[in-house]
């Protein structure tokens, strides 16, 4: 099952079916049956398939019915209700004429499945069903569309809804009709149509193949032609008494109209069709007479010689000289294939060019139906369509089958290739340029063409693309294979599976390309035997237990083959970057590369390779050779090693603190040390001949086995420095400054980063200056230019002890630590930072070295002279050049042998995606800080974000890591895991509404059979929801806020014994008491006046929040009221559009106040608070507003119509009915009084039933063996 985007929604659908539902699926049917639902309609789908209908009903209505017999597709129908937040209620049954249980044929095509035998589909299996009649269902029930598509059942169906018909006199009814299936049932077409008509219905055939609508009565006959011509239609059929008959003629006239003008719009387009040729003259003739025979004739066609050496070339061109649409053209020397198709484009005069290869062929009809394509598409200007491979005989290979429901950009991504047959508009060339380079030159247009221009996909079968026996590629694939094949054993044994790549997939394709590739049909089973054998290795070796049965099931010999995915994925990703050594020949010569080494990199991980290189390639912005170059050079300049276990008998850091006069501040130093999570190392101090007493009777009452203190006389900083570094036994060195103030993670944290690459030589973090400079100093990764100009690495870096071997601080220098910093990067060593504050460093007073600009000068002068070979830019080349990371594979060996856990209290790890101001991080906030003196929490982030309340969370637990700071790929990220929960000693794994690791839950199960996994989630929109019911099995509890969310869980399968609803709570006695803040001086603050109301918008600035319909909201209550103002809180991807749009509005009542901190002073500001969101689960917002004494008016979305009594507590609104919201504002402005008496019901909700207390004890039992009520308090 694959997720893919439709015209209108993203749905699941089963193998062979991806391309099905695309652009043009049933556009006349699709366009009525969307115009003639109305709000509030009762829709019924009977024989729904997948749902397509059932979510277009589900867009305008609430009240839709689907049913579905067959049990596949009603589990696929099910996935796509929850992914698309569908309300429609499902049934599991067949519609006929009677009551009952029968046999139903599950055909090869799934929706061809029904009682009897498909004329055009074989059944491959039965299911014994329930059967139901429509009268039976909905008995004395109103429907006001019905929607039927049962392959042959229709007329049952219809003999089965006598009492429905007669008690909805305005039913409206969308049939399938297909004659021949009729027949197969038994019925008879004619007397089918009949029996409409004597129900009243006036019927209208609507056949979007041909693109027509008729009307049946001028028609009678047109039944019978159908059987003929295999067709089928579907049957819109309205009472000429319904109020809506007008309306629905109308609108069958205004797309007959629309036809129209389509018709005539394909009549003045205009083709080139261009043909390039070299040699091959056994197959031109047959190419360009396909050209000639178009229905839909071309402008002209073009064909260009490039120097073709067989001579037998030219006397067939030169049959055609004489013909009137033909331009023949002679290169004077071989050009290649970019310099041919220039010269198409040079010489074309048409529109459209058509890009044809002179031994493959077109069919006849194409044209035409490219035409077609264009016409209802205006703003499409590249087309890539299906194709047929043949080979050098002409016999059928196969076809070209891609996932066509995802977006083009995403295909070019993974390596997968459009299509051989390409169409652009004239204009795509103006946009990007010409053709260019000398490999994959098409792949290459379409790769810009693809950032510029707008692309459409027409989903049949327009031409043949030749594949001969003696082609290059040919020649290769099995060297590609077997290549391939070792890579999968090999470095991306997890790699492959967790990048995105997807091993079943790749597998199957891989298989059966590689067998029709080499026009081996016959040996596509051992060709799955022998991928089935290394997937198994591959399991067995890595420990993981995936999915693959897909290879071995029956329906594996009939899956369409994916004829150039082998080519794609593992030609062009593995053979190409092999090719040559002076260039990284990926797909196109855009990057030229100067190091001989460069065959080297690219054989170490060519699929990287190609993959990042196509990232960059296609995100914006990132197209300068200088960018590609580097990011191929940063992807694939290393090698893989194995570290060595550190001796058990020595430290794993040393720290090195030297100290003069500081005594005061060693002790602050000391303990950040002593609180780190890695607890394996030693310090050493080195008191530098200190004249203060003071600091000489701190430094001898240090008693501890850790410590080691020498005196020595006054030698300067330096010297102290190279001491301490002399008498150090770790394998890394970290110098502190003594009033130097550590995170509890920071040896942790660069350690993880240091052993995973055993060529860097230096980890560190951003500083944090205090005192005297209150600043952030976000240092960089250690860069040799940029340390030219200025010293970009802390003092506190973690370096390897290797390095201090050869190079050591200078007492004649002053900077010292920027002189010793040029001197590691002069010996070819790189340096990382971790993006997060993990050091603090004190600054004492003026500081003269940072602000006596003549003393930096005079400084900087000294250390270029210094170091003159770093100022060469050949040395500082050869220095980038000669760096090649060395990725360890096992990078926790040395890490997991001293770590700081807190004794007797449960430890709990929490996988977030990140620490930011939100609903959820709110709940967690608040019961984890009530709960931190009994659990040792350790928190996760996992996507990429500023984490604004880092530091909240760090008030609970030290331990916090940002993997994305961390971490490159997602296998390391897992490793991380499985090492912490083991080493850790992990007693409970929550998943806080984050599905980045549900695909090693299998392993995590096995692994660790005592640990309990927790999976909490807020609604069922999440892409991951579906993902996380998959490992129920693996799971022990799932938690929501909300009833509606436990519902969806249900839905799909899991247990009530792995349930619980655990409601959201808030603080409403010390943070969100109106009593303790000055409701009159925080108005005064945002300019609220006495006899003024104010609305609040307060939350993440995004879609699903709805800030942009809170200001729609606004602007008409302004309009109608000035003594009310409005105002939105919140920060988010939104906020300039939010931001654009009060100004538009151009209203003084309307401010936006950005992202604040003081929500509970906002909020006790506030009259009203309106919760617009379309999506939510328990929202904290409502309860903080509750609390404070606001109205609260909110849509009916998750838990907010459990929490709110409907115009007794607040207010709860249709979520798609914003003009309710204007209503109800309205009317709380003309009664003052209301708002009071509301405000004060809605806190004594939240003080009785929403407080933190008994949220921290719900999730006390959760995390105990302690039995719960599968609903908290």
Request: charged residues 30%.
């Amino acid at each position: 099952m694959r997720k893919v985007k439709t015209p209108h929604f993203d749905m699941y659908l089963l193998p062979g079916f991806e391309s099905y539902y695309c652009d043009d699926f049933e556009p006349l049917s699709v366009s009525i049956f969307n115009s003639i639902i109305k709000n509030g309609n009762v829709v019924v789908d009977v024989g729904a398939h997948f749902g397509y209908f059932t979510l277009l009903a589900s867009k305008k209505t609430d009240r839709v019915y689907a049913i579905e017999p067959v049990k596949k597709n009603n589990e696929v129908l099910r996935q796509n209700i929850v992914l698309n937040n569908s309300q429609a209620i499902v049934f599991d049954c067949a519609i006929s004429d009677r009551l009952g249980k029968k046999k139903i044929n599950v055909a090869t095509s799934s929706d061809c499945s029904g009682f009897y035998v498909h004329p055009f589909s074989k059944p491959i299996d039965q299911e014994l069903v329930s059967v139901k009649t429509l009268d039976d269902l909905f008995h004395n029930k109103r429907i006001d569309l019905l929607k039927v598509d049962t392959e042959g059942n229709e007329y049952k169906v219809l003999m089965g809804m006598e009492s429905v018909l007669l008690q909805n006199s305005n039913l409206k009814l969308l049939f399938e009709f297909n004659p021949k299936c009729l027949i197969c049932a038994g019925d008879k077409p004619s007397v089918f149509l009949e029996t409409l008509k004597q129900h009243n219905y006036s019927i209208f055939f609507i056949d979007d193949k041909s693109q027509k609508i008729e009307n049946y009565t001028q028609s009678p006959a047109r039944w019978s032609e159908m059987i003929d011509e295999d067709a089928c239609v579907n049957l819109l059929c309205v009472r000429t008494s319904d109020p809506d008959y007008n309306n629905v003629l109308c609108t069958i006239d205004t797309i007959k109209r629309k036809i129209e003008t389509a018709k005539t719009r394909a009549r003045s387009i205009r083709f080139t069709i261009g043909i390039t040729v070299y040699n091959r003259k056994e197959y031109l003739e047959e190419c360009v007479e396909s050209a000639l025979s178009q229905t839909y004739k071309p402008d002209e066609i073009i064909i260009v010689d490039d120097f073709s050496q067989d001579k037998g070339v030219i006397d067939i061109l030169e049959k055609y000289r004489n013909r009137e649409n033909i331009k023949l053209i002679y290169n004077k020397e071989n050009l290649g294939i970019a310099g041919s198709w220039n010269t198409v484009l040079d010489n074309m005069s048409s529109e459209w060019l058509v890009m044809l290869d002179g031994d493959d062929v077109l069919e006849k009809n194409a044209l035409e139906e490219i035409t077609k394509y264009i016409a209802l598409h205006n703003e499409i200007e590249f087309i890539s369509t299906l194709h047929t491979i043949i080979n050098s005989k002409g016999e059928t290979l196969g076809v070209f089958d891609r996932p066509l429901g995802k977006d083009p950009k995403k295909l070019i991504l993974e390596g997968m290739y459009l299509s051989h047959l390409k169409v652009f508009n004239k204009m795509c060339f103006e946009k990007v340029g010409s053709f260019r380079g000398k490999i994959a030159v098409d792949y290459d247009m379409v790769v810009r063409v693809l950032e510029m221009c707008k692309m459409g996909m027409l989903h049949k079968c327009l031409y043949k693309y030749r594949f001969h026996e003696d082609s290059c590629t040919k020649k290769r694939a099995k060297e590609q294979y077997e290549k391939g094949c070792k890579i999968l054993l090999g470095t991306y044994k997890r790699q492959m599976i967790d990048e995105n790549l997807y091993i079943d997939s790749i597998i199957e394709r891989g298989a059966l390309a590689h067998s029709t590739n080499l026009g081996l049909q016959s040996k596509i089973t051992q060709n799955i035997y022998r991928i089935k054998e290394l997937t198994s290795k591959i399991v067995q070796e890595t420990a993981e237990k995936e999915r693959i049965d897909v290879l071995y099931n029956k329906e594996a010999k009939s899956h369409s083959t994916d004829l150039n995915s082998l080519e794609w994925r593992l030609g062009w990703c593995i053979c190409n970057p092999l090719k040559a050594a002076k260039k990284i020949p990926v797909f196109v010569d855009y990057v030229y590369a100067k190091r001989k080494k460069d065959i080297i990199w690219a054989k170490n991980n060519p699929i990287r390779c190609c993959k990042k290189y196509l990232k960059v390639l296609v995100s914006k912005g990132k197209t300068c050779e200088e960018d590609l170059e580097r990011s191929i050079y940063d992807s694939l300049t290393y090698t893989e090693i194995n570290i060595d276990k550190w001796s058990e008998d020595t430290p794993l850091i040393s720290v090195i603190i030297p100290c003069y006069n500081y005594g005061n501040y060693i002790s602050e130093a000391l303990n950040s040390i002593f609180a780190q999570t890695l607890q394996d190392f030693e310090v050493i101090i080195i008191d530098d001949g200190s004249t203060d007493p003071g600091t000489e009777k701190e430094l001898k009452t240090i008693k501890h086995p850790k410590v080691q203190v020498i005196f020595q006389e006054n030698s300067g900083v330096s010297n102290a420095r190279n001491k301490g570094i002399s008498k150090a036994k770790g394998k890394y060195i970290c110098c502190l400054d003594p009033d130097d103030i550590l995170d509890p993670t920071y040896f942790e944290k660069c350690l993880l980063v240091l052993e995973r690459d055993a060529q860097l030589g230096l980890a560190y973090s951003w500083v944090k200056e205090i005192g005297a400079r209150d600043i952030l100093w976000k240092t960089t990764d250690l860069d040799i230019d940029t340390l030219l100009s200025s010293n970009h690495v802390p003092i506190s870096a973690i370096f390897r002890k290797e390095i201090a071997d050869s190079v050591f601080f200078d007492p004649d220098i002053r900077h010292e630590d920027w002189d010793f910093w040029l001197s590691v990067v002069g010996k070819g060593w790189r340096g990382k930072v971790i993006p997060e504050v993990l050091m603090y460093s004190k600054r004492h007073g003026n500081n003269k070295s940072l602000q006596d600009e003549q003393f930096y000068k005079e400084t900087l002068l000294a250390l270029k002279e210094k170091h003159k070979n770093l100022l060469k830019k050949d040395f500082r080349e050869k220095v980038k050049e000669e760096y090649i990371k060395k990725i360890a594979l096992n990078p926790f060996t040395n890490l997991n042998r001293s770590v700081y856990q807190e004794k007797h209290k449960k430890r709990v790890f929490v996988v977030v995606p990140f620490l930011i101001c939100g609903g959820a991080e709110t709940l967690l906030y608040n019961f984890a800080s009530k709960l931190k003196n009994e659990v040792d929490f350790t928190f996760i982030s996992v996507i990429k974000s500023k984490n604004e309340w880092e530091d909240r969370f760090k008030g609970i637990s030290s331990r916090v890591y940002h993997l994305p700071k961390l971490f490159e790929s997602k296998n390391v990220c897992d490793d991380f895991l499985l090492n912490y929960i083991q080493t850790r000693n992990i007693d409970v794994l929550h998943f806080f509404h984050c599905g980045y690791f549900y695909d090693i839950l299998p392993i995590i199960g096995r692994k660790f059979s005592s640990l309990k996994i927790v999976v909490t989630l807020f609604n069922s929109y999440v892409d991951h929801f579906v993902d996380a019911t998959k490992y129920h099995e693996n799971v022990s509890m799932y938690t929501s806020d909300n009833q509606a969310t436990i519902s969806t869980f249900k839905k799909l399968g899991v247990s009530e014994e792995k349930l619980q609803l655990l409601p959201n709570a808030i603080d409403p006695f010390e943070t969100y008491n109106p009593a303790t803040i000055d409701r009159e001086n925080e108005r005064k603050k945002i300019g609220v006046k006495e006899n003024e109301i104010a609305v609040f918008f307060i939350g993440r600035l995004s879609e699903e929040k709805n800030p942009d319909v809170f200001l729609k909201i606004a602007r008409q209550v302004v309009a109608k009221k000035k003594n009310v103002k409005f105002f939105v809180v919140g920060d988010g991807n939104m906020k300039k559009e939010i931001m654009r749009m009060i100004k538009r509005i151009g209203s003084a009542n309307i401010t936006y106040l950005g992202y604040r901190s003081d929500i509970p002073n906002l909020l006790t500001a506030a009259d009203i608070f309106v919760l617009p969101s379309r999506i939510e689960g328990f929202p904290s917002s409502m309860l903080e507003a509750m609390a404070t004494e606001n109205c609260v008016i909110a849509s009916d979305v998750g838990a907010v119509g459990d929490v709110i009594e409907d115009g007794k507590t607040g207010f709860v609104v249709n979520k798609k009915d914003y003009r309710r919201f204007v209503e109800r504002i309205l009317q709380l402005v003309d009664s003052r009084e209301t708002i009071v008496n509301m405000g004060r019901k809605a806190r004594e909700v939240v003080v009785q039933n929403y407080t933190t207390e008994k949220l921290a004890n719900n999730y006390r039992k959760l995390y105990s063996n302690e039995e719960s009520s599968r609903f908290g308090e």
